[in-house]
Nanobody
Framework: QVHVVESGGGLVQAGGSLRLSCAAS????????MSWYRQAPGQQRELVAS???????DYAESVKGRFTISRDNAKIAVYLQMGSLKPEDTGVYYC??????????????WGQGTQVTVSS
């Protein structure tokens, strides 16, 4: 079991920016990968960005060049810097953490989600 908490969502105008934060705590000792997903109304949850290992990153084509995912070197935390926001970026953003306990057992968890609304 891992506790995942997201923050930073809000309402912004198109072209604006937001920085989302995600921190994991509990039984997790180290991470394998941390990812941001989003879900728009009536849509399936989709992967937005992920970071694994040292700094290997992947982005959805729709956000490439506009979003940047990064991690904290000293703690299990991940950030999503979102710029040039578009109305189609609107949705609930979820953080997912995949990691291991101190004993090497796998552990994973989801955050509760944070709402991002981009107005035109």
């Amino acid at each position: 079991q891992v506790h995942v908490v997201e923050s930073g969502g809000g309402l912004v105008q198109a072209g604006g920016s937001l920085r989302l934060s995600c921190a994991a705590s509990g039984s997790i000792f180290s991470y394998n990968a941390m990812s941001w997903y989003r879900q728009a109304p009536g849509q399936q949850r989709e992967l937005v960005a992920s970071i694994a290992g040292e700094s290997s990153t992947d982005y959805a084509e729709s956000v490439k060049g506009r979003f940047t995912i990064s991690r904290d070197n000293a703690k299990i935390a991940v950030y999503l810097q979102m710029g040039s926001l578009k109305p189609e970026d609107t949705g609930v953003y979820y953080c997912h953490v995949d990691g291991t306990t101190a004993g090497g057992s796998p552990v994973e968890g989801w955050g509760q989600g944070t709402q991002v609304t981009v107005s035109s």
